[in-house]
């Protein structure tokens, strides 16, 4: 059965583009896919969701060196279900991913984080 990570990472820390990079590149998967959106003027908020994750640990001791950043929030854990809705847009239907995770948050990402991840 294939497990599916999420890492949420809320920061108004010049550090975030970095992590961003390193979770990219360094983490071992079978898919990936991620966003940055803005939250107020000075906080951004990066979710970035992985498929069959080869090193968790790995993971874990990275994550554990951001988490000490001024103004930064950090939830790593599995996805429990990933739906599919679609919204109005502005240029017609949108197609959203709704991921609910083990903190029993609800996260949003654009559609085609299914391909991103493999599953399309």
Known sequence: MEK???????????????LNRRL???MERDG?????TE?????RQSIHVFRNL??????????R???TLDN???YSGKVLSMKQYYIHGERGPEGR????AEDKHLYDLPLDALEQLGFA
């Open 32 to 36: 990936h896919c991620y966003e940055v």
């Open 72 to 74: 930064t929030t950090i």
């Open 4 to 18: 599916i990570y999420i890492v949420v990472v809320t920061s108004a820390s010049v550090h975030l583009e970095k």
């Open 39 to 43: 939250l107020d003027g000075y906080k």
């Open 97 to 100: 991913l709704k991921i609910e």
């Open 65 to 67: 060196s951001y988490e």
């Open 54 to 63: 080869k090193n968790p640990e790995m993971l874990a001791q990275l994550l």
């Open 24 to 26: 990219y590149q360094e």
